[in-house]
C-alpha cells in the first residue's frame, strides 16, 4: 500500500504545480476607465494645468504636483 503523501502519480503532481503556480504567481492587473468617468491619483504626478483667476480669466497652463489620492476627470 503506498502513502499517497510520499507518493504523487505524475499527472496530480502536474495539477499540483500549475495550480499553486497560478495562485502564487499573480500579476498586478490594470482595469481601464471608461473615457469621462474621474480616477484616484495612485501616487504624485507632476503635471500641466490651468485655472482660472479673480477675474474668472482661463490662465496657464502651469507645472504642478498633484497628491496621491487626488482624483481628476476629464472637461466634458
Known amino acids: 500500500m503506498f502513502n499517497t503523501a510520499k507518493h504523487l502519480n505524475p499527472s496530480r503532481m502536474i495539477w499540483l504545480i500549475a495550480l499553486l503556480t497560478s495562485l502564487g504567481c499573480q500579476m498586478t492587473r490594470v482595469v481601464l476607465v471608461p473615457s469621462g468617468d474621474p480616477v484616484m491619483l495612485a501616487k504624485p ?3 500641466s494645468v490651468y485655472g482660472f483667476d479673480s477675474d474668472k480669466k482661463l490662465v ?3 507645472r504642478v504636483t498633484l ?9 466634458k
Request: no cysteine; net charge positive.
Open 45 to 47: 504626478t507632476t503635471a
Open 60 to 62: 496657464g497652463p502651469s
Open 67 to 75: 497628491p496621491a489620492g487626488w482624483y481628476v476627470l476629464p472637461k
